[in-house]
Protein backbone atom coordinates (compact mmCIF):
# COMPACT_ATOMS: atom_id res chain seq x y z
CA UNK A 1 0.00 0.00 0.00
CA UNK A 2 2.65 2.61 0.69
CA UNK A 3 4.48 1.95 -2.70
CA UNK A 4 1.22 2.78 -4.45
CA UNK A 5 0.92 6.17 -1.65
CA UNK A 6 4.28 6.86 -2.41
CA UNK A 7 4.08 6.50 -7.02
CA UNK A 8 0.71 8.29 -6.74
CA UNK A 9 1.75 11.49 -4.31
CA UNK A 10 5.10 11.58 -6.46
CA UNK A 11 2.69 11.94 -9.72
CA UNK A 12 0.19 14.22 -8.06
CA UNK A 13 3.88 16.63 -7.16
CA UNK A 14 4.94 15.93 -10.45
CA UNK A 15 1.87 17.06 -12.01
CA UNK A 16 1.26 20.06 -9.82
CA UNK A 17 4.71 21.49 -10.42
CA UNK A 18 4.34 20.61 -14.52
CA UNK A 19 0.79 23.05 -14.03
CA UNK A 20 2.12 25.35 -11.96
CA UNK A 21 4.72 26.13 -14.54
CA UNK A 22 2.27 26.25 -17.52
CA UNK A 23 0.04 29.00 -15.41
CA UNK A 24 2.89 31.10 -14.70
CA UNK A 25 3.99 30.58 -18.37
CA UNK A 26 0.86 31.43 -19.92
CA UNK A 27 0.59 33.40 -23.10
CA UNK A 28 -2.04 34.12 -25.78
CA UNK A 29 -0.91 32.03 -28.60
CA UNK A 30 -0.61 34.32 -31.60
CA UNK A 31 -3.76 32.96 -33.87
CA UNK A 32 -5.47 32.26 -30.73
CA UNK A 33 -8.71 33.76 -30.03
CA UNK A 34 -9.43 35.28 -26.37
CA UNK A 35 -12.03 33.35 -25.27
CA UNK A 36 -10.16 29.96 -26.14
CA UNK A 37 -6.97 31.61 -24.11
CA UNK A 38 -8.99 32.46 -21.07
CA UNK A 39 -10.65 28.55 -21.70
CA UNK A 40 -6.99 27.16 -21.51
CA UNK A 41 -6.50 28.98 -18.39
CA UNK A 42 -9.95 27.57 -16.53
CA UNK A 43 -8.34 24.17 -17.87
CA UNK A 44 -5.53 24.95 -15.74
CA UNK A 45 -6.91 26.45 -12.87
CA UNK A 46 -9.70 23.70 -12.08
CA UNK A 47 -6.58 20.93 -12.88
CA UNK A 48 -4.61 22.92 -10.15
CA UNK A 49 -7.80 22.61 -7.77
CA UNK A 50 -8.37 18.92 -8.36
CA UNK A 51 -4.94 18.79 -7.15
CA UNK A 52 -5.70 20.98 -3.90
CA UNK A 53 -3.96 23.83 -4.88
CA UNK A 54 -6.10 26.82 -5.44
CA UNK A 55 -4.95 30.08 -7.02
CA UNK A 56 -7.35 32.95 -5.93
CA UNK A 57 -9.47 34.83 -8.49
CA UNK A 58 -6.95 38.00 -8.73
CA UNK A 59 -4.01 36.23 -9.25
CA UNK A 60 -6.17 34.25 -12.04
CA UNK A 61 -6.90 38.01 -13.24
CA UNK A 62 -3.21 39.55 -13.21
CA UNK A 63 -1.94 36.38 -15.15
CA UNK A 64 -4.40 36.50 -17.60
CA UNK A 65 -4.00 40.03 -18.12
CA UNK A 66 -0.03 39.65 -18.30
CA UNK A 67 -0.37 37.06 -20.67
CA UNK A 68 -1.82 39.26 -23.30
CA UNK A 69 0.27 41.04 -26.33
CA UNK A 70 1.45 44.28 -26.99
CA UNK A 71 -1.81 44.73 -28.63
CA UNK A 72 -3.77 44.53 -25.88
CA UNK A 73 -1.70 46.99 -24.06
CA UNK A 74 -5.28 50.01 -24.08
CA UNK A 75 -7.76 47.29 -23.00
CA UNK A 76 -4.97 46.58 -19.91
CA UNK A 77 -4.19 50.59 -19.25
CA UNK A 78 -8.25 50.49 -19.24
CA UNK A 79 -8.71 47.86 -16.58
CA UNK A 80 -6.19 49.87 -14.10
Known amino acids: WQAIKDRFEGKTVHRTIH ?11 ENEGVAAYMARAADI ?3 LKGLGRTIDEKDQILQLLAGLPKTFAMVITMLE
Open 19 to 29: LVRDFANLRKR
Open 45 to 47: VAA
